[in-house]
């Protein structure tokens, strides 16, 4: 692993920046969790204060700094258009889950791939990690078209333990 939670890591891609939440970004987390449109298919509980997004916020940077997750905003032309995140790492068994945001205006713009594949390659190069999963609903449409897109393989057998309608997508880094 070449990462070591040190410095908070900032990706940039041709037209994106992936960078650390902080406490002055508190409206923009409250309006990507608090949406019922960007939210629709994650079974997670809105959040409905700004309370709740600066405490969402400081999880985030506790989980970083225990090594378990990752949590980017995405910027483009200095707006805050999503999130990306690596949670659940296991450095040992070299796992994290992925999950990711996007706000409407901003979907089937390509944005979500552009940030995808730069986390994909953190993820591997900087962690290396040999198995990413996605739990996505089951009529994700474009959640589902975009892990095809980038090589993850639908698992049948597996089940959701948490989420029925959630089905689970995986990819394995190969080095």
């Known amino acids: 692993m070449n990462f070591n939670f040190t410095n908070f890591p900032i990706l940039k891609t041709e037209r994106l920046l992936l960078r650390e ?24 509980k809105l959040i409905e204060s700004f309370e709740e997004a600066k405490d969402f916020i400081t999880v985030c940077k506790s989980l970083y700094n225990d090594k378990k997750c990752v949590f980017w905003l995405i910027e ?78 639908f698992q049948p057998q597996r089940k959701c333990k948490v989420y029925d309608f959630n089905r689970i997508w995986k990819l394995e880094v190969r080095s």
Do not use: W
């Open 76 to 153: 483009f032309q200095q707006e805050i258009i999503g999130s990306i995140i690596l949670h659940k790492v296991n450095i040992h068994k070299k796992y994290a889950e992925i999950g990711y945001k996007l706000k409407p205006e901003f979907q089937n713009k390509g944005f979500m791939s552009e940030a995808l594949q730069t986390v994909l390659e953190f993820g591997k190069k900087e962690l290396n990690l040999k198995t990413i999963e996605a739990f996505t609903h089951k009529n994700n449409m474009s959640s589902i078209a975009l892990l095809e897109k980038h090589n993850f393989i």
């Open 21 to 44: 939440a902080t406490l002055k970004d508190t409206n923009a987390v409250f309006d990507l969790r608090s949406s019922k449109e960007i939210n629709k298919f994650v079974g997670t």
